[in-house]
């Protein structure tokens, strides 16, 4: 079986630009996390989705959003991109809600400059 | 708010030695709570979790947690080191119930097993 598949690994942007990154969680798992990784402030989450709708979102400005779709994959989109934003994005799929672990994806490591 | 602690940035061992990775945690009620690996330019790789029962968890690559709820610990242990297994790994907690079903992980620990 597939494991979690993330759309692209590397990315570089600009600040003031705007990304979408993607996620394709494991078959027949239909509940998607994201997570933002730094140095400084570790591992971060930003958003969970069941169903196509958002169920929890971190403590992360509006600039970062999200969605999933039928098939349950899921994107998330930075605008306004800032320096600080330069991090490791991590998808993470489980069963559903009350699945305990989650299976992450290798990641999409995003440069701003 | 639910936390946890991972004390040590950095832990050395030497190959073929027993290793210990410390956790300590903060959840309101039973908590769930979850070992992950992460190798370098790769994603998050599940080791184990504890839920319910046995507070000794068996997990991949012959690791396993114990868990004490007198101390809020999760250590995660594994008797003989290999070099493979220099990593850094996270401790994770989720609450048991309610709407918030996200991980809350710790800062990391870097395993360096020496050979």
């Known amino acids: 079986k597939a494991g979690v598949t993330q759309t692209p690994r590397y990315l570089i942007k600009t600040r003031g630009q705007q990304v979408t990154l993607s996620c394709s969680p494991i078959?027949?798992?239909?509940?998607v996390s994201w997570y933002q990784q730094t140095p400084g402030q570790g591992l971060q989450f930003l958003f969970e989705y069941f169903s196509e709708t958002q169920r929890n979102k971190g403590n992360f400005p509006g600039r970062f959003s999200g969605r999933q779709f039928s098939n349950s994959r899921s994107e998330m989109n930075v605008s306004t991109l800032e320096l600080g934003d330069s991090a490791l994005y991590l998808c993470g799929s489980s069963r559903d809600r009350d699945t305990y672990e989650q299976y992450f994806g290798p990641g999409t490591r995003l440069t701003v400059t | 708010a639910q936390s946890v602690a991972q004390p040590e940035d950095q832990v050395n061992v030497a190959e073929g030695n027993p290793l210990t990775v410390k956790c300590t945690y903060s959840v309101s009620g039973n908590p769930y709570l979850f070992w992950y690996v992460q190798y370098p330019n790769r994603g998050l790789q599940f080791l184990l979790k504890y839920i319910t029962g046995d507070n000794l968890v068996k997990g991949s690559y012959g690791f396993e947690a114990e868990f004490n709820k007198s101390q809020t610990s999760f250590h995660l242990k594994k008797p003989s080191a290999l070099v493979s297994d220099s990593a850094l790994y996270f401790c994770?907690?989720?609450?048991?119930?309610?709407?918030?079903?996200?991980?809350?992980f710790g800062s990391g620990t870097q395993l360096t097993v020496l050979p």
């Open positions: 078959s027949g798992h239909r509940s």
């Open positions: 994770a907690v989720r609450a048991p119930s309610g709407s918030a079903r996200q991980l809350t």
